[in-house]
């Protein structure tokens, strides 16, 4: 059972039906990516605890797969006591649904390096919050994906805006928000790390990406990084999975500094800027990485096949169904691919598709990535 049936549950799908997989995909609306490739699907709010129950128990599936944060996740420890397999366990899903209980785990517990931190829970809060961290920071509601409700503060007057974003655009029904001062960093990427039943922690070349309003705009694969600092993001990496149990792959995010590797977030699911995978950069991609570990079917390494890009392609019109022009002339691009999702709605700045392109190892990571920008800008939504 999948809950949450996005673009990324949709690949998970496609390759859980490739090992012979029975999948009912649920969401929150009909029609969700995952829905058109599922055996069933169901439609419902998942943070009502005694609907998530009742369609538990009335398909009574061997494995439950998150993939969004919006879940009543307190609840994933009596299905594994009933004896379902939750993905990657209770303890990860209930500790990285919400950013409070991950960033404490890895700073208070673990020890690992983060931003300096605050919580708020009401806009006199707040205030002081930003006056302890200091201006620029970041707000970010505990509960949300995709940049949704976060953002920066340079300004006095920023601050009640802010709380006010995070109110309106945060997932489920958490009234409580992160501060986080800035770090100067020189990068930032994604290591996919994948963590199995036999015991072996593997890791994912480093992808690089950049960001708008929050979200990803576009992914690469390999991001040239230090020695140094790939081994100290896999160190922390390794240990903060371990400490979350479970198996499965693990979209962690670090900013790389003059002074180091800083930890700042992780999702037990693939990740968005890992739709890069798609191209072809690894011997599997993240989906199928994340499916086999959560069958045991072991790997028993992660090889590097080529360079390759991601770019999003982006809704500019609000709630409509979505039309698609410039699709061939995209397809008529050199090394390349495309997805479109199948979402039923557009919204601004929605994700509507992703556009692809690679090239052999060695090749100017940068002219790939251009070229899947390229691509994306072809195709038209209206």
């Not at 999702?267 to 890069?276: A, F, K, L, Y």
Request: hydrophobic share 40%; glycine share 8%.
């Amino acid at each position: 059972m999948l809950l949450g049936s996005g673009e990324l549950g949709k690949e998970f799908v496609i390759a859980a039906k490739r090992l012979g997989q029975y999948v009912i995909a649920v969401d929150s609306y009909k029609g969700a990516p995952a829905m058109q490739v599922a055996d069933e699907f169901e439609v419902l709010d998942m943070l009502n605890g005694e609907a998530l129950d009742a369609v538990v128990n009335k398909h009574n599936p061997d494995i439950i797969v998150p993939e969004i944060e919006a879940i009543r996740t307190e609840r994933f420890y009596a299905y594994e006591q009933q004896g379902i397999h939750v993905v990657p366990s209770a303890r990860a899903a209930n500790y990285t649904m919400n950013r409070k209980a991950i960033r404490d785990l890895a700073s208070k517990e673990l020890g690992v390096r983060t931003a300096d931190y605050r919580y708020a829970t009401n806009a006199e809060e707040l205030h002081k919050a930003v006056a302890e961290v200091g201006m620029p920071c970041v707000v970010k509601p505990l509960m949300s994906s995709s940049g949704k409700g976060q953002s920066v503060i340079r300004l006095e007057a920023d601050i009640d805006k802010a709380w006010q974003d995070a109110a309106d655009k945060g997932r489920g029904d958490m009234a409580e928000v992160i501060v986080e001062a800035f770090v100067t960093f020189n990068s930032e990427i994604t290591l996919l790390t994948l963590t199995q039943e036999n015991g072996n922690t593997l890791f994912c070349p480093p992808i690089g990406h950049r960001q708008e309003r929050g979200d990803y705009m576009e992914s690469w694969q390999p991001c040239i990084i230090s020695e140094a600092h790939l081994k100290e993001a896999q160190y922390m990496a390794a240990l903060v999975t371990k400490a979350l149990t479970g198996t499965g792959i693990w979209g962690v995010e670090f900013f790389l500094a003059d002074d180091g590797v800083y930890f700042s977030e992780l999702s037990p699911r693939p990740h968005d800027t890992g739709m890069v995978t798609l191209a072809g950069t690894q011997n599997f991609n993240q989906f199928e990485l994340h499916l086999r570990a959560v069958l045991g079917i072991p790997i028993i390494e992660i090889t590097h096949e080529r360079a390759g890009a991601s770019a999003v392609i982006l809704s500019t019109v609000e709630k409509t169904v979505p039309q698609y022009s410039g699709i061939a002339e995209a397809a008529s691009s050199e090394k390349s691919d495309l997805r479109i999702f199948g979402k039923p709605e557009t919204r601004l700045y929605r994700r509507m598709g992703v556009a692809l392109a690679y090239d052999k190892t060695g090749t100017d990571i940068n002219s790939i990535t251009k070229r899947a920008v390229e691509i994306a800008s072809k195709v038209k939504i209206q």
